[in-house]
C-alpha cells in the first residue's frame, strides 16, 4: 500500500510540474535562451507527415525571440500544421560569433532536431545572418542530408556595409563601446563574405537543397536607425542588407517587397508568401559547377563624412561644407543618448538643437543612439557639432552632403580590386591645380587569416597609412578595411571633406574579393 501510494505521489507531482523541457534536454519556446538550445514548439492541432519541421535560425545578435516577440510567425506555423523548432547560436548568449562557429554549433542542433522528429525532412527559415550560419551547416558540416529547402528572409550572403562601417577606424572606438565589434560582425563584411560565395557557390553540396530568398526595400521611417543605414547601402535595401545581397545565384526569389529589416521576419508580411515552398522540392535549376555570375560592382557616390573617437565629457567635431550644397543630415550616433546637439555655423553664434535620442536597431550598432538634424540651403564654410556628457561615451559624426559634387568624385577599383584610384571631374580651373587642390588619407586596418573555419576573424587588427590618390593593398591574406579621406578645394575657393568606407578580402595567392 505504501508502494503504491509512493508511485502515486511521484506520477502526480511529475504530471504537475509545467512543460518546460522535453525528452532529450529540449526546451519550450522561450524558457531558455542559452547558446545551444533547443526549443521544439506546440504540436498543431493535426500533425501532417508529408509537411515538413519548420527550424527557426535567428540572425546576428538576435536570440529564438525574434520570432514569436511582438510576432506571430510561430504561432501562424502552428496554426498552418507545422511543427516547429528553434534554436540559440551563440549571439543569445550576447557574443556573437562569425557563421563558421555558428554554422558548427547548428550542425548539431539540426542533428538533435531530425532524431526528434524522426528523421522527418526539416525546412530551415533563416533570418538575417542566420542564412549564412545555415550554409555553412548544410554545406562545409556536411548536414545537407537533413534538410530539404531552405528561405532565407533578408540573409547578407554578400555581406553589409553596415559591418563595414562597424569595423571602421571611424566608428571603431563606439562599436567597441557599445560591443558590436564582434566576430559577428567582422565576418559580414563584403570583401569577407566575397570570398566565402567564391570558396562555397561552386561546391556540390549546393545543389542538394532548394534555396528561396525574400528581400526588403523600404528604408523608413524617416531618420530611423534604418534610414541612416540605407544612406550606406549600395541599390535598393531594408536599411541593413541590399537586395543584391539579399540574393544567392541559384535561389528563386520569392519577394522583393516594402518592409525594413526589422519587418521582413514577421509572420504577417511574409509566411504566406514562402509558405508554399516549405514543400516544393526544387528551387531552380543549377549546375553546382556552372560559372557564376559576377555580382556587379557599383560605383558609390562620395557623399558622406565621417568622424568619431572617444568622449570624457565635451566632444567637438569640425567640418567643411562646400557652396552650392543642397541640404546636408548630421547623424550624432553616440553610446550614450542626448537630448540637443549644439551646432556653430560659419557666421552667427552656436545653437542648440533639440533632437530625440533614437535606439539603433540595425544589429550592428545595437546600444547606439542616433540623433539627426537636417539643415536645408547650409552656408558654405567651417561648422562645428559639440554634445557633452557625464559618462565615459563614444561617439560617430556622420554628415550626408546633397550636394552636386557627389557625382563628381569617386574611389573606384582597378581589376584586381587591389588598387584604388580616386576619379574626380570637377572641372577645376586647370590641371595643375586639380592635382593641387585635392588630397586623399587612408587608414586600414589589417585582419589577417584565410577566412576559412574561423582562422583570422576575431585576431587583433593591425594599422597602416597611405597617402596620395591612390590606394594599394598588399598580398598578405586576410580583410582589409579601408577608411579613406578625400578633402580638398572647389573652383570658388571653398574647402570640402568626404569618407569612403570599404572591405576587401585578399586570399593566399593575392586574389582580392
Same mark, same amino acid.
Given at each position: 500500500m505504501r508502494k503504491t501510494l509512493s508511485l502515486f505521489i511521484a506520477v502526480f507531482l511529475f504530471l504537475s510540474l509545467p512543460s518546460a523541457a522535453f525528452a532529450g534536454g529540449f526546451k519550450t519556446p522561450g524558457n531558455s535562451l542559452v547558446p545551444g538550445t533547443i526549443s521544439i514548439g506546440e504540436a498543431p492541432a493535426y500533425i501532417d507527415s508529408a509537411k515538413p519541421a519548420i527550424v527557426f535560425v535567428q540572425g546576428l545578435t538576435n536570440d529564438s525571440t525574434v520570432w514569436y516577440n511582438e510576432n506571430d510567425m510561430y504561432s501562424r506555423a502552428v496554426t498552418a500544421g507545422y511543427e516547429t523548432a528553434f534554436v540559440e547560436l551563440n549571439d543569445s548568449g550576447g557574443t556573437p560569433k562569425s557563421y563558421w562557429d555558428n554554422g558548427a554549433m547548428l550542425a548539431g542542433q539540426l542533428e538533435e532536431i531530425s532524431a526528434h522528429f524522426g528523421g522527418k525532412k526539416l525546412v530551415i527559415v533563416a533570418f538575417s545572418k542566420g542564412g549564412v550560419d545555415t550554409q555553412v551547416a548544410l554545406i562545409y558540416e556536411g548536414k545537407y542530408p537533413l534538410v530539404s529547402n531552405v528561405i532565407t528572409l533578408?540573409?547578407?550572403?554578400?555581406?553589409?556595409?553596415?559591418?563595414?562601417?562597424?569595423?571602421? +577606424?571611424?566608428? %571603431?572606438?563606439?562599436? &567597441?563601446?557599445?560591443?558590436?565589434? *564582434?566576430?559577428?560582425?567582422?565576418?559580414?563584411?563584403? /570583401?569577407?563574405m566575397n570570398y566565402f560565395r567564391s570558396?562555397?557557390?561552386?561546391?556540390?553540396?549546393?545543389?542538394?537543397?532548394?534555396?528561396?530568398?525574400?528581400?526588403? +526595400?523600404?528604408? %523608413?521611417?524617416?531618420? &530611423?536607425?534604418?534610414?541612416?543605414? *540605407?544612406?550606406?547601402?549600395?541599390?535598393?535595401?531594408? /536599411?541593413?542588407?541590399?537586395v543584391a545581397s539579399a540574393q544567392l545565384p541559384y535561389s528563386r526569389s520569392l519577394a522583393v517587397g516594402n518592409w525594413n529589416h526589422g519587418e521582413i521576419?514577421?509572420?504577417?508580411?511574409?509566411? &504566406?508568401?514562402?509558405?508554399?515552398?516549405?514543400?516544393?522540392?526544387?528551387?531552380?535549376?543549377?549546375?553546382?559547377?556552372?560559372?557564376?555570375?559576377?555580382?556587379?560592382?557599383?560605383?558609390?557616390?562620395?557623399?558622406?563624412?565621417?568622424?568619431?573617437?572617444?568622449?570624457?565629457?565635451?566632444?567637438?567635431?569640425?567640418?567643411f561644407v562646400e557652396d552650392g550644397a543642397e541640404s546636408l543630415v548630421i547623424n550624432w550616433m553616440s553610446a550614450t543618448p542626448h537630448e540637443t546637439v549644439t551646432l556653430k555655423a560659419p557666421r552667427g553664434p552656436a545653437k542648440d538643437y533639440e533632437v530625440t535620442a533614437a535606439e539603433d536597431d540595425t544589429m550592428f550598432f545595437n546600444g547606439a543612439y542616433h540623433h539627426t538634424i537636417e539643415i536645408t540651403d547650409p552656408a558654405a564654410g567651417k561648422w562645428i557639432a559639440e554634445t557633452v556628457t557625464d559618462q565615459k561615451s563614444a561617439y560617430a559624426l556622420m554628415i550626408t552632403f546633397d550636394s552636386d559634387l557627389n557625382d563628381q568624385l569617386a574611389l573606384e577599383p582597378s581589376d584586381s580590386k587591389r588598387n584604388w584610384t580616386l576619379k574626380e571631374n570637377i572641372g577645376l580651373k586647370n590641371k595643375a591645380?586639380?592635382?593641387?587642390?585635392?588630397?586623399?588619407?587612408?587608414?586600414i586596418g589589417f585582419t589577417p587569416g584565410k577566412g576559412k573555419k574561423n582562422r583570422g576573424i576575431g585576431q587583433k587588427i593591425r594599422t597602416f597609412k597611405q597617402s596620395g590618390k591612390a590606394v594599394t593593398l598588399p598580398s598578405e591574406k586576410g580583410t582589409y578595411n579601408m577608411t579613406v579621406e578625400v578633402e580638398g578645394t572647389t573652383p570658388d575657393g571653398q574647402k570640402f571633406q568626404r569618407t569612403v568606407i570599404d572591405s576587401v578580402f585578399v586570399d593566399e595567392e593575392g586574389v582580392a574579393y
Open positions: 533578408s540573409s547578407p550572403h554578400y555581406g553589409s556595409e553596415l559591418a563595414d562601417l562597424a569595423n571602421s +577606424t571611424s566608428l %571603431g572606438w563606439l562599436a &567597441s563601446l557599445i560591443g558590436q565589434n *564582434s566576430e559577428g560582425t567582422q565576418s559580414l563584411q563584403t /570583401g569577407t570558396i562555397t557557390d561552386s561546391r556540390w553540396e549546393v545543389a542538394q537543397n532548394s534555396y528561396f530568398s525574400l528581400a526588403g +526595400t523600404r528604408t %523608413g521611417p524617416w531618420f &530611423s536607425a534604418y534610414w541612416f543605414g *540605407s544612406g550606406f547601402i549600395s541599390g535598393p535595401n531594408d /536599411g541593413v542588407v541590399s521576419n514577421k509572420g504577417y508580411n511574409t509566411l &504566406s508568401i514562402f509558405q508554399p515552398y516549405l514543400t516544393t522540392q526544387r528551387a531552380a535549376a543549377f549546375s553546382a559547377f556552372s560559372m557564376m555570375e559576377e555580382k556587379e560592382e557599383k560605383i558609390k557616390p562620395l557623399d558622406t563624412l565621417l568622424r568619431g573617437g572617444e568622449q570624457n565629457g565635451k566632444a567637438s567635431e569640425s567640418f591645380q586639380r592635382h593641387a587642390d585635392i588630397k586623399m588619407f587612408s587608414e
